[in-house]
């Protein structure tokens, strides 16, 4: 009976063992190993795939490359790209620019460099065909009639901005660089003043000296890069030495053009500008003061007739559709006809006063 009974507990107990041993062997095999265990802290270090701080920093900052031939529209604001400016044209120097309360103002550089010698259009080499300027005034005021003018007239077409003109530095710096010289519109007092007006900034013979030079410097600040300044009226102001040997003065300082508008026979500002060396420009005919096709060409034929004479000649016109349409054809034949179309600067101090 012990025997049995024995056997019987050594069978249990070995059948627990067998039991025991089952579970744990379960568990091992289910339990990953310590070594694989999942931290308990956050992790220290970045991800395998993230490339080290500099590398990334420089990557990001590189545009993405895009493939050749397969280029990406770009929806950002951008201004349009500029006409590329043209060979010999100096669009604005600093060198010649004073800085002013009232803006820039023109003036000579350190070397002797002139406003009207840097921003001058080429001249031509001929010497001896008779030449023509064309000056188109009142540029500014009309936007369209602007644009028109601009980019519509041969570039040896001088153009005249007012002081009372909007978007000036944008509209000059397009007609340089569509190869136009520029000038200053210069208002001065006509003898109809105050029937007449001619605004604001208008040099008038009832002003001192002080007034009429911050007019004067108040209108050359509107815009830079022009080669010279046109009187606008003037009728009196130009036939008052004792008012315009100063502005005259002060302009041939600033190393400037004077363009006499000759809106009166008695103007003194041609004469009076050759005798202190200022260089100058006269008018010899107004060619649209009758707007009518028939009428312009007469009066550019008179330019032509004046020119043949003296050797060189000048027409203002201002800018209307009619004036550009004629203008623009007369153009195309003028070399035909024995003439060469110049910027102003090209017949400064070749012409008769008188």
Known sequence: MPSSLNAILIAWALSLILVVGGFMGIEFLATPPAAHEEPTHEPTSKPEASAPADEADDHAAQPEETPAGHETADTSHTEPASTPEPAGVTLVDDALIEQSPLGPLPKRGSDGMTPMERYASPHPADETTPRIAIIVSEMGLRAKTTEAAIT?????????????????????????????????????????????DPGALALLTGNNLRQNTRLLETSMAKFTGYVGVLNQMGSRFTAAADSLKPILEAVERRGLLFVD??????????????????????????????????????????????????????????????????????????????????PVTAIADRQPVN
């Open 152 to 196: 519509g007239l041969p570039g040896a077409v001088s153009f005249a901005f007012s002081p009372y003109g909007s978007d000036l530095d944008r509209w000059t710096k397009a007609a340089r660089e569509h190869g136009h010289e520029t000038l200053l519109l210069l208002p001065m007092e006509p003898i109809e003043y105050p029937q007449m």
């Open 261 to 342: 508008a000759r809106t009166t026979r008695y103007s003194r500002a041609a004469s009076m500008a050759r005798g202190m060396s200022l260089p100058v420009a006269i008018n010899n005919g107004f060619v649209d003061e009758t707007l009518e096709a028939a009428a312009m060409r007469q009066e550019l034929l008179l330019l032509e007739n004046r020119a043949r004479t003296v050797g060189a000649a000048l027409g203002i016109a201002r800018p209307y559709p009619i004036t550009v349409g004629v203008l623009k054809e007369w153009a195309d034949g003028l070399a035909e006809r024995g003439f060469i179309l110049v």
